[in-house]
RNA sequence: GCGCCCGUAGCUCAGUGGAUAGAGCGUCGGACUACGAAUCCGCAGGCCGGGGGUUCAAAUCCCCCCGGGCGCACCA
């Protein structure tokens, strides 16, 4: 058997094929037709080959011809070019090519990921391009809950993918440390130490926060105040204290959850640098700003919002809105290409004021790009689960990953598209977690270094597994192969899609095949075969680890 | 009223222009004296909310309607 050179090893099996689609197509369509990149599937039955394109149809409009004509023309241009990759073709019904690959093609397939390892599934797609990600930004007034927790796991795992895919990716949390509601954090923890401890002392301001936590906090206060210094004078202080432990909290929460940060970023250091009021100054500079009924207004309708909105209220004070603006303002500068914001659905409308602002700057907002996280919403058996912030009566994310652990919550969590609310029925998920479809998973994963460990035991040399090409792959086989294959490309369509949630489907769907496989076929045996069979679970095993790595789940050696 | 999202199996959800529409859970029935039964196999369950349209082809795109969630502050 001839071997490739070493470039093709390094090539994707894959993108190979689909140059080879392309350039069959691009000459049948002749000069002047650019031929869309092929798309390529594995066919519902076997008997329909290993992979499928249905390049035939997205040329059909172009060079306006039925679609099974073209396949056949495309067939026909990469019939004998192939030898060694492709066994047969067939041009099926509306308009397919399907392809049957030589055996060489699998061996080559196979080798290429075992080389690759680690690396498999990496790609440059993002050029080293610049993004931010900004998820959860949930305000220190209190612990983050389920919601937090949707937002934090898909911003969390887009990270991962994009880095690897080649952007240069900087993930950051948004800290409202100013203003009225981290205040009002600080007055219901004075107001909640003055009462468990029944002292009668007037304080001008109840707070709104309630709950376990804020008595927590009052509790805790002696430890860093003299008993004479907690009192109203002292109210700044108090709160930054607050809100330092509840920061505390939400980053140890974080951490049990494996999400994590590169930049904690201040709302009070916007104050406190001037960055606010430099920038309603520059709007003020670009006409872009009015005063009316004793408040400032930034003039949002000229850049297509709604209608106008206040940056300073009548009462002198600073909205949110106007810190916001200097935030997004100050991510532009910092020079990314992309930014991308994670908010909860229910800020919708607050978007096209923030892109109004930064096209009145003069920035691009087209770069800006938010993903609504739909709602989260929680039952207890059929029974719904009052969420009131308000009120402190509300399931936190860090109960429900102590219940049910972080790799089923983000596996849970990562199965449904963002955009599609969706019902988190707690019993259930505690009841179920035995049949969590991350245990189908992680299963595999332990499965397999089980039967490594199984083969060292009876003599085999696991670490230096010898490739036989004139080994013949059964369909089962191919088909776990091919799913292997479609990995990278998988990898790279989520990142330039933003649809994280296909990942956990691609690997039930690999583990589906893998299980039944496993069953159906001995793997460690007395033939020389069995190093080959080796192989084909060491190509497996490695797409679920960098799968599972890439969604922050662990890949168990044993369960 | 306006805007965004959703409506697919009993339940929770994938699938967003292509082959007989899928998975998990739930029901029922099977498979361990060899590599892990947290697995596998089988049965049952769908006018893909409804109606028009575009297309060789629609769960997918467009229009209208119905139903649900969330927004529409000098709150965040």
Redesign the pocket.
């Known amino acids: 058997m001839r071997r490739p050179p070493t470039a093709v090893f390094l090539k994707n099996m894959i993108d190979l094929l689909l140059k080879l689609i392309n350039d069959a197509a691009t000459a049948y369509a002749g000069p002047g037709i650019q031929v869309p990149m092929p798309?390529i599937?594995?066919?519902?039955?076997e008997n329909?080959?290993d992979?499928?394109?249905?390049i035939?149809?997205?040329l059909?409009?172009l060079i306006k011809k039925?679609?099974h004509e073209i396949a056949a023309g495309i067939a026909k241009n990469i019939e004998g070019k192939t030898a060694d990759m492709i066994a047969g073709i067939?041009v099926?019904?509306?308009?397919?090519?399907?392809l049957f690959m030589q055996q060489a093609f699998w061996h080559d397939a196979l080798a290429s990921v075992v080389e690759k390892g680690t690396d498999y599934g990496k790609g440059d797609a993002g050029k080293g391009q610049k993004v931010l990600m900004e998820y959860i930004s949930a305000?220190p007034t209190g612990p983050i809950h389920v919601g937090h927790g949707r937002g934090a796991v898909i911003g969390d795992v887009l990270a991962r993918i994009l880095s690897a895919q080649g952007y240069n990716v900087t993930r950051e949390y948004y800290i409202?440390d100013a203003?009225?509601?981290v205040l009002s954090l600080g007055y219901s923890v004075l107001n909640e130490y003055y009462k468990s401890r029944k002292i009668d002392i007037p304080v001008s301001r109840q707070g709104e926060y309630q709950g376990a936590y804020i008595h927590d906090i009052s509790d805790a206060l002696e430890s860093a105040f003299s008993p004479a210094d907690i009192n109203e004078e002292h109210i700044q202080r108090i709160t930054e204290f607050s809100v330092n432990r509840i920061l505390d909290e939400i980053k140890e929460v974080l951490g049990n959850f494996d999400v994590g940060f590169d930049h904690w970023f201040s709302?009070k250091q916007l104050y406190q640098d001037g960055s606010v009021s430099r920038v309603i100054g520059e709007l003020e500079k670009r006409h872009a700003v009015k005063q009316?009924?004793?408040?400032t207004?930034f003039l949002s309708t000229l850049y297509g919002d709604?209608?106008?909105?206040?940056l300073?209220?009548?009462?002198g004070?600073?909205?949110?809105?106007a810190s916001?603006i200097a935030y997004h303002e100050n991510k532009y500068t910092r020079g990314y290409d992309l930014l991308i914001n994670i908010w909860?659905?229910?800020?919708?409308?607050?978007l096209?004021r923030v892109k109004a602002a930064m096209s009145a700057l003069g920035y691009d907002a087209g770069r800006l790009a938010v993903m609504?996280v739909?709602?989260?919403?929680l039952t207890r058996g059929d029974k719904p689960v009052a969420m009131s912030k308000r009120a402190g009566e509300y399931v936190t994310l860090k109960e429900l990953v102590d219940e049910a652990g972080s790799d089923a919550v983000r596996f849970?969590f990562l199965?449904?598209?963002?955009?599609?609310?969706?019902?988190?029925?707690i019993e259930?998920a505690k009841?179920?977690?035995?049949?969590?479809?991350v245990?189908?998973v992680?299963?595999?994963h332990?499965?397999i270094?089980?039967?490594?460990?199984?083969?060292q035991t009876?003599g085999w040399h696991t670490d230096v597994l010898k490739q036989n090409r004139n080994y013949a792959f059964s369909g089962q086989e191919k088909r776990l192969l091919s799913q292997c294959l479609l990995y990278p490309g998988l990898v790279k369509e989520i990142a330039g899609r933003r649809?994280p949630?296909?990942l956990?489907?691609y690997l039930?769907?690999l583990?589906?095949i893998?299980?039944?496989?496993?069953?159906?076929?001995?793997?460690?045996?007395s033939d020389a075969d069995t190093e080959q069979?080796l192989l084909l679970?060491k190509t497996v095993k490695i797409v679920l680890k960098n799968a599972l790595d890439l969604l922050g789940i662990h890949a168990?050696?044993?369960?």
């Not at 909860?344 to 607050?350: C, I, L, Q």
Request: charged letters at 25%.
């Open positions: 798309g599937v594995v066919p519902p039955n329909q080959g992979f499928s394109t249905g035939a149809f997205n059909a409009p039925p679609p067939d099926v019904k509306p308009g397919y090519i399907n305000n409202n203003g009225n509601q709302e009316e009924d004793g408040a207004w709604e209608k106008d909105r206040v300073k209220k009548q009462s004070e600073l909205t949110y809105f916001d909860g659905a229910d800020h919708h409308g607050y096209p609504f739909q709602m989260v919403r849970f199965q449904r598209s963002h955009e599609s609310q969706l019902v988190f029925d259930l009841k179920q977690s035995q049949e969590n479809p245990y189908y992680q299963y595999a332990a499965r270094v089980s039967i490594f460990s199984f083969a009876k649809e949630h296909r956990t489907h039930v769907d583990v589906g893998l299980h039944k496989y496993y069953t159906d076929t001995r793997v460690v045996d069979r679970m168990p050696e044993k369960m």
